[in-house]
């Protein structure tokens, strides 16, 4: 028997495809050091903590929630969270979702039929290349450079990719995988394009607490005008250090949208319990909590670039938001050195695992040469991580300068 043609042609994940070279060196003794998927190593709130353990001791079984998710949490979400942040909500205007990855996969579904178009920014997560695909929607790129830091062009650039099956722009602020940090401005001009050709607005701002500007991070909810545009994507993962958990939300001030959330939502019954659990205990996270957090990650993120360009031929620009940096490697592939790496080359028993982005852009050629570094060790860890890196860098058969 042969699985579909339509499951052998999905993408695979960039960021989790060289796992089993990793899974593989960690079974022969290598100490691997993660620096390609964004699970940070900080600690989840203590009250996350404490809240759980009781749960679990003293909980009789776990039932079904209601399909868009337990009132608790959904009121708390909206007004314990999104009120502090200057986002006003009404109950019915928010859906938890499981994680992030359901909430932009549904609002994708929601915006378009099959054969429909959404503009993204490149690069962009590889995982919204892989639902597109699912749902038979293409992305049309607006492109956005290393050696630019990623500055986001002229609006004249999304006009160029507008056709009559154009329903949506998808962005990520701030950006994954590039750290870029979509200012007033940028965000003000994209709101404007998007209510002018009646389009949908999806904003994945799961990195929201993760800024390095004196600016507060700008939402796409408080777009004036763009009402029943925007389409809001969030998740506790990153913000708490939850990524197991599996809970996230979507958000919309437009009634459409939201109903039909909820038919998904009913379709997968509910999301997970002992997840929703976590998230309400989450919602009384100190600001000192955070606070920490954000110094902590500035602290590693210089660390990191300061280090990736003092390596010859390596280039990796400042990134503002969430805690990813991307470089440009002296190499001919980055899949393939980051593979070589995992495969074939050590240092004192350890070596280093990075996510080759070059599925994280449209434009052919773009992203060969570059990799994603997630800065989610300590400065110490992080450390021998890089120093391994360049020494790999030296040793690399394919290094082009």
């Known amino acids: 028997m042969k699985i579909s043609k339509r499951t052998q042609d999905m993408p695979a994940s960039?960021?989790?495809?060289?796992?089993?070279?990793?899974?593989?060196?960690?079974?022969?003794?290598?100490?691997?050091?993660?620096?390609?998927?964004?699970?940070?190593?900080?600690?989840?709130?203590?009250?996350?903590?404490?809240?759980?353990?009781?749960?679990?001791?003293?909980?009789?079984?776990?039932?079904?929630?209601?399909?868009?998710?337990?009132?608790?949490?959904?009121?708390g979400l909206i007004?314990?969270?999104?009120?502090?942040v200057g986002i006003e909500l009404e109950l019915p205007?928010?859906?938890?979702?499981v994680a992030g990855s359901e909430a932009f996969s549904v609002a994708m579904e929601i915006a378009t039929d099959p054969g429909d178009e959404i503009i993204v920014i490149e690069p962009f997560y590889t995982n919204y290349q892989t639902?597109?695909?699912?749902?038979?929607?293409?992305?049309?790129?607006?492109?956005?450079?290393?050696?630019?830091?990623?500055?986001?062009?002229?609006?004249?650039?999304?006009?160029?990719?507008?056709?009559p099956r154009t329903r949506a722009v998808l962005i990520s602020n701030p950006c994954n995988p590039s750290g870029k940090l979509f200012d007033k401005e940028e965000m003000l001009a994209i709101g404007e394009f998007c209510r002018k050709n009646d389009l949908f607005l999806i904003s994945d701002e799961v990195y929201r607490e993760f800024t390095y500007t004196d600016a507060p991070h700008f939402s796409a909810m408080n777009l004036p005008g763009c009402e029943q545009n925007v389409i809001l994507v969030d998740s506790v993962s990153k913000r708490y250090n939850l990524c197991g958990a599996r809970v996230g939300c979507i958000a919309s001030h437009n009634?459409?949208?939201?109903?039909?959330?909820?038919?998904?939502?009913?379709?997968r019954l509910c999301p997970?319990?002992?997840?929703?659990?976590?998230?309400?205990?989450?919602?009384?996270?100190?600001?000192?909590?955070?606070?920490?957090v954000r110094q902590e990650y500035i602290r590693r993120r210089d660390f990191t670039v300061a280090r990736l360009n003092a390596m010859e031929g390596v280039y990796s620009p400042m990134p503002y938001g969430a805690f990813y940096a991307m470089a440009e490697l002296?190499?001919?592939d980055a899949e393939a050195f980051c593979k070589w790496l995992l495969t074939e080359f050590r240092v004192d028993g350890e070596t280093t695992m990075m996510t080759p982005v070059r599925s994280f852009y449209k434009t052919p050629g773009e992203g060969i040469n570059q990799v994603r570094i997630a800065y989610v060790l300590e400065v110490p860890e992080m450390e021998k991580a890089l120093d391994i890196l360049e020494e790999g860098l030296r040793a690399y058969p394919g290094r082009t300068i």
């Open 330 to 332: 002296p190499v001919d």
């Open 131 to 163: 639902f597109a695909y699912l749902h038979n929607i293409t992305l049309k790129a607006v492109h956005t450079g290393i050696h630019d830091d990623f500055r986001i062009p002229d609006i004249s650039e999304f006009e160029k990719l507008l056709t």
């Open 93 to 97: 205007e928010l859906i938890v979702e």
């Open 255 to 267: 009634k459409d949208v939201m109903a039909a959330a909820v038919k998904f939502a009913q379709s």
């Open 79 to 84: 007004e314990k969270y999104y009120r502090k």
């Open 14 to 75: 960039a960021i989790r495809k060289l796992v089993p070279y990793s899974d593989a060196a960690a079974a022969q003794g290598i100490k691997v050091y993660h620096l390609n998927s964004g699970a940070p190593d900080i600690a989840s709130p203590d009250c996350v903590k404490q809240a759980l353990a009781q749960r679990c001791a003293n909980f009789h079984h776990l039932s079904y929630t209601n399909s868009a998710g337990l009132l608790e949490l959904r009121q």
């Open 272 to 292: 997970p319990v002992l997840g929703q659990y976590a998230a309400i205990a989450a919602l009384d996270t100190p600001d000192e909590y955070f606070a920490q």
